[in-house]
């Protein structure tokens, strides 16, 4: 056990390390950023409401755009420059690996979130907002970040070409959040598997500062089958 | 060391290596040569675990590459045919992290990550980014997060290619000193590099191994034997004939205008005085190296 935390801790100082030394990261913080700042002035605007609750689907969307510019290069971009066959014949457990290189992009997720303090102060200013509503949609953003990262991780690992991989992800990503729009105009059956399937729709409880299970369920659900996938990509590779 | 049954690996329909058995043991530098195409890296990935076999077993150390990877990563330091590098990291803290990856604790680590830049001489570069540093430092840094974890087994793919003399002659001496104390398995297209670096050479052809031993070996294996080269003064006479009565002689040919090699036993001084008269030149003895062995064993198939 020793030697898998050791392994995968330094999986995990190493990707963020390296992140931080390419342009990727900082086009996700500066990008994210904007975007949120400008959400939320946006819907103070409009609203009048000193919450997040309005904001949040928009910000989860734009992660689905911007999450894959930390994870495209994560397994593709070891491959293409030759370090994941480092990597790959280290002794590192391949579990290790994945959840290595998963928890350096959930950091920089954490990251973002950090330097987005400063809109709690904003909202604090133009009004009262509920901090059971805070910590929720921040939860909500943590839920989705740490589910589009495993589906980044996924698709990165199955192309050697980053940008495949980033163009995947998003491929892969883009039907949970059509599936909230389609949900509305859907019959009752289809209404309802559309909503299950749907990112946003797992958003709203968190976004009303309540934790449902059934939507934690469901992104444990996808971070788990799409680390599941990603270690079994790795592991196919020796038989490629 | 490493040990290899029956190893076979397809790649669909194309097997890229083909029922290998091997017995390297160490220490000493063994070599794998090969023509383009002959399996040599598909090898090397199979018994440092980064394929899997399609047949067959391998074992490093005792430890089977299926049943025990772990085991056998931890026992073999590799360099790829390309170095696996982090241009963005500078020496010290990539080689820190590599010495992190491959479980050196983390109170040897500073000293490991020492020894190692001190071996490949990279000391003074510890704190220069990867990606400034030349081909030939990037090479070097390759080797040394290979020994960072002073493995018993080092392979190398490949290791001098695409440096220049400059760089190849420190580099060698290098394999040459890491190969004192422990099994150092190189593969590699420069004959001559091979020829002296290797006591023992693997020659690999479509897969198969096609021969196992030191270059004389080898030599005598592919059926060469020793000659003797002939050269006197291009007079547009072919003397094949004549030297073909020296007793002694069992074959001639004639390699370019008069120059002619000699096989056969105990006919150097009979035809120094036969030829003589034609203005002779040389009358060397020849012994056949690594380059007319592998070309022997490869070309012939």
Redesign the interface.
């Known amino acids: 056990m020793r030697?898998w935390i050791?392994?995968f801790?330094?999986?995990a100082?190493?990707d963020l390390?390296?992140a931080y030394?390419?342009a990727g990261a900082w086009v996700f913080l500066v990008a994210q950023l904007v975007f949120m700042g400008l959400f939320v002035v946006s819907s103070l605007q409009t609203t009048g409401e000193a919450s997040l609750r309005p904001v949040l689907p928009n910000v989860a969307i734009t992660l689905v755009f911007c999450m894959p510019l930390l994870t495209m290069a994560s397994l593709a971009g070891e491959d293409r420059?030759?370090?994941?066959?480092?990597?790959?014949?280290?002794?590192?457990?391949l579990s290790a690996l994945v959840l290595g290189k998963w928890v350096a992009v959930v950091v920089q997720c954490g990251v973002w979130l950090v330097l987005t303090l400063p809109v709690v102060a904003v909202l604090h200013r133009f009004g009262d907002p509920d901090v059971g509503m805070l910590l929720g949609a921040y939860l909500g953003l943590g839920a989705c970040c740490a589910a589009f990262g495993s589906v980044g991780l996924f698709t990165s690992s199955l192309t050697r070409d980053p940008m495949v991989a980033g163009v995947g992800a998003v491929l892969v990503l883009l039907p949970s959040w059509l599936a909230s729009a389609l949900a509305t105009e859907a019959p009752g059956e289809v209404s309802r598997y559309l909503e299950a399937a749907s990112f946003v729709h797992h958003l709203q409880a968190a976004a009303r500062g309540t934790v449902h299970g059934g939507d934690v369920a469901w992104f444990a659900g996808v971070v788990t089958l799409f680390l599941f996938l990603t270690w079994r990509s790795l592991e196919s590779r020796?038989?490629r | 060391m490493i040990r290899t049954r029956q190893l076979t690996r397809r790649f669909g329909r194309r097997t890229a290596v083909d029922h290998v058995d091997l017995d390297i043991d160490g220490p000493g530098v063994v070599g794998l040569l090969g023509p383009n195409g002959a399996g040599k890296t598909t090898l090397m990935r199979l018994v440092?675990?980064?394929?899997?076999m399609s047949e067959g077993t391998a074992s490093v150390q005792g430890h089977d590459v299926f049943e025990a990877p772990?085991?056998v990563?931890?026992s073999?330091g590799?360099l790829?045919e390309?170095?696996?590098?982090?241009?963005?990291?500078t020496v010290g803290?990539y080689l820190r992290?590599?010495a992190?990856?491959?479980?050196v604790p983390a109170a040897q680590r500073l000293d490991a990550v020492g020894r190692a830049l001190e071996r490949t001489r990279l000391t003074h570069r510890e704190r220069d980014r990867i990606a400034t540093l030349s081909k030939g430092y990037r090479q070097r840094v390759g080797i040394a997060?290979a020994v960072v974890h002073d493995p018993p087994v080092l392979i190398l793919d490949e290791p001098t290619s695409g440096l220049d003399p400059a760089q190849l002659v420190p580099l060698r001496e290098l394999v040459r000193q890491l190969g004192a104390d422990r099994l150092v398995w190189l593969s590699s297209h420069v004959l001559a590099e091979v020829e002296e670096l290797c006591g023992r050479v693997v020659v690999l052809h479509e897969g198969r191994v096609v021969g196992d031993g030191s270059p004389r070996e080898l030599a005598r294996a592919a059926g060469l034997s020793a000659w003797v080269e002939l050269v006197v003064d291009e007079s547009g006479v072919d003397h094949r004939a004549s030297l073909a009565e020296v007793a002694g002689v069992t074959a001639v040919e004639r390699l370019s205008p008069g120059r002619y090699r000699l096989e056969g036993s105990g006919f150097e001084a009979s035809v120094a005085e036969r030829a003589a008269p034609w203005g002779m030149r040389q009358l060397t003895p020849r012994v056949p190296g690594l380059a007319e062995a592998f070309l022997a064993l490869v070309g012939s198939r």
């Not at chain 2, 440092?48 to 899997?52: D, E, F, I, V």
């Not at chain 2, 390309?82 to 990291?89: F, G, M, Q, S, V």
């Open positions: 030697r050791a392994a801790a330094a999986v100082h190493r390390r390296v030394g390419s420059r030759g370090s994941l066959e480092l990597l790959l014949t280290a002794p590192v457990p020796r038989w | 440092t675990g980064y394929l899997a772990l085991k990563k931890a073999v590799y790829p390309r170095p696996p590098l982090d241009p963005e990291l803290d992290f590599v992190r990856l491959r479980g997060q």
